[in-house]
């Protein structure tokens, strides 16, 4: 059995977030997905309840097949964690870790290391033993890239949409309080 798994902020959930679960829906290799909402994090302020992006992502998948998604109700769990309790549960499973190039970026406030290696918890250690399926981004510059042991790159067309975009543009246009009232 191959399980895929993600976390995010979500912050909130988007059309691209959807695009790219079905697009790996879409692939057939995977028994399993999960998409999970995280709590709390301290390198993210401001984030709207957990509970409420939960909702939000339901909504957002509420017709599509095949994705479970859960959310963590306090502090956010470390990927690592996140990956080793989904390995006891799913013993005999191959777990993918599922995200997007820009985790590979290498960046100057890590030393020229990629996020996983400069910021997450037991980083090294994922980058060196974790199976990923990495997300192309539009756009970046693959050269840039730091790339784990074992992975593979899926190449699909999402609009360029982030959630800081989307609160920035609902915060400019002061619509963000009218769309919590929707949850």
Request: overall charge positive; charged content about 25%; hydrophobic content about 40%.
């Amino acid at each position: 059995m191959k399980i895929a798994v993600d976390g995010s902020a979500a912050n909130p959930p988007h059309l691209g977030h959807k695009m790219l679960i079905e697009a790996i829906i879409a692939i057939n290799k995977f028994e399993k997905i999960y998409w999970i909402v995280s709590g709390d994090r301290l390198d993210k302020p401001g984030l709207m309840e957990a509970r409420i992006r939960y909702k939000m992502g339901k909504l957002l998948f509420k017709n599509t097949k095949g994705v479970t998604i859960s959310y963590e109700n306090q502090k956010a769990i470390s990927t690592v964690y996140v990956l080793e309790k989904l390995q006891r549960q799913y013993s005999k499973a191959r777990i993918v870790w599922y995200c997007g190039t820009d985790h590979f970026v290498r960046r100057e406030k890590f030393g020229g290391d990629c996020d996983i290696l400069g910021f997450w918890d037991k980083g090294k250690f994922l980058f060196e033993n974790q199976d990923f399926l990495i997300i192309l981004r539009v756009g970046l510059d693959m050269n840039n890239l730091q790339l784990p042991v074992n992975y593979q790159i899926l190449s699909v067309q999402i609009p360029k949409i982030s959630s800081t975009n989307i609160r920035c543009r609902l915060n400019q246009k002061n619509q963000l309080p009218s769309l919590l009232v929707l949850m």
